[in-house]
């Protein structure tokens, strides 16, 4: 059974684009990446399987219950972050901590301090008081407190600093190698590629690709590197060029003969051949759809 399932799901505001025949799978257990720039549809999409907005046509499961008739029984085992966290003003973090615990029923009291000594979290501080890094961590600390099985987590580092980053998904790769299922949502393309196995590219509310990080990142392109000239050499099937006054960089498609072939006539002082990383895969993904505007 999947953690995640949508069917062309679908949602407008009125006449504008929310996302447009949604079809994702996500394994029980996965650690799923959902690549895309701010505006292509990655918050429209997470708030619709939530039940938070309505889709507009197509369906979704979350672990085998549809998100239109079993929104209650599906969130409490859910661990949702939202891009921004927001939270009632003058209350202090315990009994924000608290008062999230109950909304499940559930006594988060012994987990919730393990997680609050691991984000260095002062639970008798008023939220009113925190920096955008310490409420973001607050927000956290009530995703992960009632150990749910599936957690949807929408833009989640962003405030963080670096070393709560890596806190943060070393208590994500914990609980999803005890089984609980990941959907990440980030435009954070190096997330994605060192914590994620599967991903999701999607784009003006559509799906590009949808695949797993090792797929995804294989290109029969490499990135050449020389070092000691600033121009490449003059052959077809080279793109995504990069010089400086010493050096230059570029993708390169065709084959391997005729590149050799052309750096023995060149001089250089050293060279490497390496994969490209996701970033520039994702890149690719969205210079074969063309240019669009994204605007939610």
Known sequence: MNAVSTHNLTKYYGKSRGIIDVSLSVEQGDFFGFIGPNGAGKSTTIRTLLGLISPTSGSAEICGRNISEKRTDILSDIGYLPSETLFYGGMK?????????????????????????????????????????????VGIVCALQHKPKLYILDEPTSGLDPLMQREFFALLKERNDEGATVFLSSHILSEIQQHCKHAAVIKDG????????????????????????????????????????????????????????????LTISDFTVSEPDLEEVFMHFYAKEGNGNDNL
């Open 93 to 137: 973090i315990k009994d924000i901590l608290r008062f999230s615990a109950d909304l499940r029923k559930k006594d988060c009291s012994r987990e919730a301090k393990k997680l609050c000594e691991r984000l260095e979290v002062d639970t008798s501080r008023k939220i009113d008081e925190l920096s955008l890094g310490n409420r973001k961590k």
């Open 206 to 265: 559509k799906i590009l690709v949808s695949d797993s990080i090792k797929n995804l990142s294989h290109t029969e392109a490499k990135r050449v590197t020389l070092s000691g000239i600033n121009k490449p050499p003059e052959i077809p099937d080279i793109k995504d060029i990069t010089s400086t006054q010493n050096s230059v960089s570029f993708l390169y498609g065709g084959k391997p003969d005729i590149l050799l072939k052309a750096l023995s006539t």
